[in-house]
């Protein structure tokens, strides 16, 4: 099975920004859809961003939208997440998943987790 760990988070001003990364332990990782989730505390688990096996396509939730940039690099069995202009409100344990299926869609199912990343933005 598929292993993901997630690195990258801590505590930042509002205003600054923040990378995140996701390294699989996977034989074949580029056949894979990758996403970002996070959850705040007493909130639902949330949608953040979302790419293609090859990163050709690549999706967003409206609260994050020209703010987060989702990249991968297969060649390194990696995906990272780029937060920049980060709020308070972005606070939250980031967590990072993979699809397995042939078929994949952006929001979900996916199939295995990371642990998470916590991330805390300062007022």
């Known amino acids: 099975q598929v292993q993901l760990v997630e690195s990258g988070g801590g505590l930042v001003q509002a205003g600054g920004s923040l990378r995140l990364s996701c390294a699989a332990s996977a034989r074949i990782f580029s056949s894979y859809g990758m996403g970002w989730f996070r959850q705040a505390p007493g909130k639902e688990r949330e949608f953040v961003a979302a790419?293609?096996?090859?990163?050709?396509?690549?999706y967003y939730a409206d609260s994050v939208k020209g703010r987060f940039t989702i990249s991968r690099d297969n060649a390194k069995k990696s995906v990272y997440l780029q937060m920049n202009s980060l709020k308070p409100e972005d606070t939250a344990v980031y967590y990072c998943?993979?699809?397995?299926?042939?078929?994949?869609?952006?929001?979900?199912?996916?199939?295995?987790w990371g642990q998470g990343t916590q991330v805390t933005v300062s007022s």
């Open positions: 790419i293609s096996w090859n990163g050709d396509r690549t």
């Open positions: 998943a993979v699809r397995y299926d042939t078929n994949w869609l952006p929001t979900g199912p996916y199939d295995a």
